[in-house]
């Protein structure tokens, strides 16, 4: 390091202009290790200077040098041959640059590892356009819990797998026009946790935030008309298993991390989306605890199902529920106090009504048949069990 500085020292006396460099490094050419061969680069004046392309920035070049150390050299010091040199690497840098911020290539090994804490109940595979999440759409941890509206659903096994599987895009596409989340995607999900449950719009079809009015469970959760378990606020508690790595992908493509920065660092401002564009030139949401939560428009390109207008629109392609009993009617007053999972195909949830315990407890089997038993405040019990096939009422 002393033999460095007085290098730099003897460069400054002979005239010329050099400094080690913190720029932040958008695109970085490659980083070496210790016996790595180091380039030389020639001065004008004659003296060489080792080190390897890095980046570069308006007309300087950073080199990365033995031990990782940056050192910024003006274009025009350099001699003849290493200045065409040096303007040829940075044309490529530069293009190589507007590819990735107009391309965004997604990141196939950071899919793979995002989702990989959750298997086997959740998988994973891809082909040239997109990266698939196949799970049953029942959560890693307790449901249901705590909520204080309840349309009276519950979570049963959800078929996402095969053609109906999650689809991520491979190469996300930078919108022109974000699609805002306040009037768009009221219908159907924006995003897929990395433990497999669907995330949709924080606002309900009525524009209300559905945590505020107390839809919500312990984990931002609750089952929609097909009994299917999905998110409306960011799963930030996944970061306890996820750690640093995305907790979710929105369904244009793009990574959402939790509350820091994949580095560990504090998270960065958030521009009108609720996400950035990270040093490597890729754009990343964020989750927070408060609205919008997660995506506040689309940053990356997205289709949309115009079949009911917006904000009744929804992304496509997704995956799809199939509801196995009809919709039921709101219970007032309820409070969810308890779900768990009474065997690997059964639950019972407890809920209160005016200090008194109510119950659903069900169980499905392998031919796709569910089996509801309803015991309401009063004690009364009730039956009835489901196909799943085409929704119909077994007996
Ligand atoms: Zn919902
Ligand atoms: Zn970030």
């Given at each position: 390091m002393k033999q460095f500085r007085v290098f730099i020292r003897n460069l400054s006396m002979a005239g010329l202009f050099l400094f080690v460099t913190k720029m932040a490094i958008a695109h970085p050419g490659g980083h070496y290790l210790p016996n790595d061969v180091f380039n030389t680069w020639t001065l004008a004046s004659g003296r060489t200077i080792e080190g390897n392309f890095l980046m570069a920035h308006d007309n300087t070049i950073v080199l990365e040098q033995k031990g990782g150390g940056r050192i910024t050299v003006f274009v025009d010091l350099l001699s003849d041959q290493d200045k065409a040199l040096a303007l040829f690497k940075i044309r490529k840098y530069n293009t190589l640059n507007e590819q990735v911020r107009v391309?965004?290539?997604?990141d196939l090994s950071l899919l793979e590892s995002a989702f990989e804490p959750y298997q086997p109940a959740v998988t994973t595979s891809s082909d040239e356009n997109y990266f698939y999440v196949s799970s049953r759409g029942i959560a890693n941890h307790p449901m249901m819990i705590g909520i204080t509206s309840w349309q009276q659903q519950v979570p049963i096994p959800q078929n996402y797998s095969g053609s109906n599987a999650w689809p991520i895009p491979l190469r996300p596409v930078l919108a022109e026009t974000p699609m805002s989340t306040r009037n768009n995607f009221m219908r159907g999900a924006i995003a897929i946790a990395v433990n497999g449950i669907p995330i949709f719009n924080a606002l309900n079809n009525r524009g209300e935030d559905a945590y505020l009015i107390g839809e919500l469970d312990n984990w931002g959760g609750h089952c929609g008309k097909g009994d299917d378990y999905h998110y409306h606020t960011a799963p930030l508690h996944l970061s306890a298993i996820s750690l640093l790595k995305p907790i979710a992908f929105a369904l244009d493509g793009f990574a959402v991390y939790g509350e820091k920065e994949p580095d560990g660092s504090a998270v960065l401002p958030l521009d009108e989306c609720h996400g950035h564009f990270a040093a490597n030139g890729l754009y990343h949401y964020h989750g927070t605890k408060n609205y919008p939560y997660m995506i506040a428009a689309m940053r990356g390109k997205v289709n949309t199902d115009n079949k009911t207008p917006a904000p009744e629109n929804q992304i496509l392609p997704q995956a799809f529920t199939a509801p196995v009993r009809p919709p039921l009617k709101p219970l007032r007053g309820a409070v969810i106090t308890n779900c768990v999972a009474t065997a690997n195909n059964a639950f019972s949830i407890t809920y209160k009504i005016a200090g008194k315990n109510g119950s659903v407890n069900y169980y499905w089997d392998e031919k796709n048949s569910y089996y509801f038993t309803f015991i309401d405040t009063d004690g009364n019990q009730t039956t009835a069990s489901y196909e799943r096939r085409n929704g119909r009422k077994k007996d």
């Open positions: 391309n965004q290539p997604a």
